[in-house]
């Protein structure tokens, strides 16, 4: 399959026109969000969403997020909405932020993986939310990576994972955020948050009251462990590169890595001057600039041919979380403490 690629900022009439053509047709397509690309099928027409598990080389048993453009759509995916689940969508949709509730019976069981809740989100991008409305449908749509790989925050990179696997990628530019969602479980009986992501756990308890932190969101799940993300249990955002993240001040990991050979440093801003090869992934006290450049980062890595790398361990507060999260698995959970 030959893979045609449309700007959305210079081409809007053209890229809309294909892309609702693709998707009634029951056909994938990779469209362009605030947080990462994501490639979206049809989430009514089963057919197309097990393309979507083709395209990606993506695990049957990993759920996909189900995306909307206005509130009126969810009543059809969902068979009740939470008075919290109304509280923040009010707030944080259109957005980063994802929302599990029970399933209706109209998505079909393949865009949940079997599971009898559904996952759903209202991007705040206006390409995102343009494709959707065109199309008349809500849009199943996981990363555009193929699995196991960082997420996709450019066109470009999209195309180095889907290039003859999806018939058409709509390049929207840079994504403004970098990491994906957040995503909530409504499903028990309180909030539980399972992946951290563009809005934080601060906004989240500030107008849903407490949320639980699921335990795979910092650490690894103990072999055998049933996840309530399916997501949380596999290898994820690896690149080629091995990935060690070094807990500690900049002095420790300066002491800690001397004499360790060949190596890159994954560092913040002002610091790539104390290694021979490194590279920034954002300001030091500043989660957003290193959620934008997370994904990049680990990219470039391998561009630059990186076989070995120690990373800089971002602070956990605010987007932070987003990032360590990330990062730690990017790492296999190769982590150490200085
Ligand atoms: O920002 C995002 O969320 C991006 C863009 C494209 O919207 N999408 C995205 O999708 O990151 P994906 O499939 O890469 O990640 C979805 C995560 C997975 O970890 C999956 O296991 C979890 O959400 N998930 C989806 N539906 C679920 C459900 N019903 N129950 C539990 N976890 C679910
Ligand atoms: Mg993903």
């Known amino acids: 399959m030959t893979t045609e690629f449309i700007d959305i900022r210079t081409d809007e009439k053209e890229a809309l026109e294909k892309a609702k053509r693709l998707i009634l047709k029951g056909e994938v397509v990779a469209i362009p969000t605030e947080t990462v690309y994501g490639l979206a ?3 009514f027409d089963e057919k197309a969403v097990e393309k979507i598990f083709a395209a990606k080389g993506r695990p049957q048993d990993n759920p996909l997020i189900v995306h909307i453009s206005e509130m009126s759509q969810l009543d ?9 689940v109304k509280m923040l969508a009010k707030k944080y949709w259109p957005g980063p932020l994802t929302m599990i509730m029970k399933r209706s019976g109209k998505i079909p069981s393949v865009v949940s993986a079997g599971l009898d809740t559904v996952a759903v989100r209202m991007p705040k991008s206006e390409y995102a939310r343009a494709i959707i409305s065109f199309s008349g449908v809500p849009l ?3 990363s555009a990576n193929l699995s196991g790989s960082p997420s996709p925050t450019r066109a470009k990179y999209v195309l180095d994972d889907m290039n003859g696997r999806i018939p058409l990628i709509i390049d929207g530019g840079e994504c ?12 028990g009986e309180k909030p539980r948050l399972l992946r951290p992501g563009g809005i934080t756990l601060e906004q989240l308890e500030s107008v849903a009251g407490e949320v639980e932190v699921d335990r ?4 690894k799940l103990e072999k055998n462990a049933t996840a309530s993300s399916p997501g949380m249990k596999y290898k994820h955002y690896a690149p080629k590169a091995d990935i060690t993240v070094v807990k500690g001040s900049l002095e420790s990991f300066c002491e800690y ?6 190596f890159f440093a994954l560092c913040f801003d002002g610091e790539e001057k104390y290694f021979a090869k490194a590279l920034s992934y954002g300001k030091i006290d500043d989660g957003k600039s290193q959620a934008k450049r997370i994904f990049d980062a680990l990219r470039e890595l391998d561009e630059m041919g990186a076989k070995k790398v120690y990373a800089r361990c971002p602070d956990l507060k605010g987007m932070g979380l987003a990032v360590y999260n990330r990062l730690i698995r990017s790492a ?3 982590i150490i403490e200085v």
Do not use: C, M, Q, Y
């Open 76 to 84: 059809a995916l969902v068979e009740e909405i939470p008075d919290k």
């Open 140 to 142: 199943a749509a996981p």
């Open 216 to 219: 795979a969101v910092l650490n």
């Open 176 to 187: 403004e955020i970098g990491v994906e969602s957040t995503v909530v479980s409504f499903a």
């Open 332 to 334: 296999g959970f190769d």
């Open 257 to 262: 890595v001397k004499d360790k050979g060949d």
């Open 41 to 43: 099928a049809n989430a």
